[in-house]
């Protein structure tokens, strides 16, 4: 692997578990190179080769490419003619769109899911909400963005939104890795955590405050970036 592909390269973070028995090579690598990208290990407008992805895993060049296609049909990667692949620039008619999207779907997801969020559910959310408080505070960037994900993902699963959820995934994919750049540059404190406003609203059986508490955490923070924010977020893309 050249030094350039070191330098460009994503800390993938420690390996998911492959089981043969269970689960194919190019599924192993879809979903370490999946979950690299919702933890935005992957920076956008940065490419990286097959071939420095393959040495990182492990694995020869026909998983990752198999992989890499997949990751490309869901828009959370570009492939370039050079056997490279790079995260989409984000732009701001791009973030506006992508936050527009998520706030229809996951209103629609979470307002689906309530009437099966029953007392021991809401308890578990409880508790993966106290996980994000609790990252936010460290100043733990990964855990928030996993930590995160898991409380939306856990309350759209509660209920029966089987037919939205891989779109939900497909737009967390492309949202993910810009995500993870703002934070690094502004830091944690601009967050404003709607979590519990949501849990509220469920305990209340208030879908139109649900609604609301779902499209504010979607849409603040990145909505407020500053003119001064973008131009610093640009030149690190």
């Known amino acids: 692997m050249a030094k350039s592909d070191v330098q460009s390269a994503p800390s993938l973070g420690p390996p998911l578990r492959l089981d043969a028995e269970t689960m194919t ?25 097959l071939r420095g992805i393959a040495d990182m895993l492990g694995v ?17 990667l570009v492939a370039h003619g ?23 779907l996951e209103t629609f997801a979470a307002e689906r899911a309530m009437p099966a969020i029953d007392a021991a559910r809401l308890a578990h959310l409880w508790s993966l909400d106290a996980a994000v408080d609790q990252a936010i505070e460290d100043g ?24 939205v959820m891989p779109l939900i995934e497909s737009l967390w994919l492309q949202f993910s890795p810009f995500l993870r750049l703002a934070i690094g540059h502004i830091g944690t404190d601009y967050i404003v955590d709607r979590h519990a406003e949501a849990l509220r609203a469920v305990a209340g059986q208030d879908a139109q405050s649900l609604r609301f ?14 003119e001064a924010d973008w131009q610093r977020l640009e030149a690190a893309e």
């Open 25 to 49: 090579r190019q599924e192993w690598v879809y979903r370490q190179l999946r979950e690299s990208l919702l933890t935005g290990q992957f920076v956008p407008g940065r490419s990286v080769t």
């Open 60 to 76: 020869s060049l026909t998983p990752v490419r198999e992989a890499l296609r997949r990751l490309v049909a869901e828009r959370a």
């Open 82 to 104: 050079n056997r490279r692949v790079s995260v989409p620039r984000m732009t701001r008619v791009k973030l506006a769109d992508l936050c527009a999207t998520r706030a229809h």
């Open 140 to 163: 733990d960037v990964t855990a928030y963005l996993q930590r995160h994900r898991a409380f939306h993902f856990a309350f759209y699963d509660s209920g029966p939104a089987s037919a």
């Open 213 to 226: 508490a779902i499209e504010a955490d979607v849409r603040e923070g990145l909505g407020s970036l500053t």
